[in-house]
């Protein structure tokens, strides 16, 4: 058990039997009464990130996590194949658990994923990832105005919008984190 003051960027806590990482942490020190720590946390069965507020006194369990670059296999139906390759074992997460990052996912991917227990409580994704485009509107020869940009499909089946002189079959490179189009790959 750990108190508040213990509290660090990236530490991952229980609370009501929930895995929450740590994002941010500012200490308010009002006029009256004891100080308390405004934390705001991720959810990491859920994704969702909220503000939570600690009493100096207040104990939290602190979860031990385990880091380890894992492997995107295949998709079956909404289940999603990994495997650690320097242990063998495999992991099946579903389109629920992963959320947007299904977008972003293509075979044989590396990901870091966070363990506790054997079981992946979340996984990372590269900053950025190259992806082709399966379908869009081709550009007019003319066409060029500066910032313009028209609708993509890409293999994920993730809808992004791109430039206008990128092509079907053009492999461009997508921010995991906003999903913008970055640059061409």
């Known amino acids: 058990m750990i108190t508040p003051n213990s509290f660090k960027r990236g530490m991952v806590i229980e609370i009501d039997k929930g895995f929450f990482e740590i994002l941010e942490v500012f200490w ?4 009256k009464g004891g100080a308390f720590a405004r934390t705001k946390v991720k959810n990491l069965q859920t994704g969702s990130i909220t503000e939570k507020m600690f009493r100096s006194e207040q104990k939290v369990s602190q979860i031990s996590i385990n880091t380890v670059s894992i492997e995107y ?3 079956l139906d909404n289940l999603y194949h990994f495997m650690d390759f320097q242990t063998s074992e495999e992991y099946v997460l579903t389109e ?3 959320g947007d990052k299904t977008h ?3 075979e044989n991917q590396k990901v870091a994923a966070k363990i506790h227990q054997g079981s ?5 994704l590269p900053a950025s990832v190259t992806l082709a485009v399966t379908q869009t509107e081709p550009g ?8 313009a940009t028209k609708g993509a499909v890409l293999e994920t089946g993730f809808e992004i919008q791109v430039p206008l002189f990128v ?4 492999k461009i490179k997508v921010d995991t984190r ?3 189009y970055l640059s061409r790959a």
């Open 28 to 31: 308010v020190k009002p006029g």
């Open 73 to 75: 296999l295949y998709r």
């Open 96 to 98: 629920d658990h992963l």
């Open 104 to 106: 972003f996912l293509v």
């Open 120 to 124: 992946i409580l979340d996984i990372e």
């Open 140 to 147: 007019l020869k003319g066409d060029r105005v500066s910032g």
């Open 167 to 170: 092509k079907t079959g053009d």
């Open 178 to 180: 906003s999903g913008k």
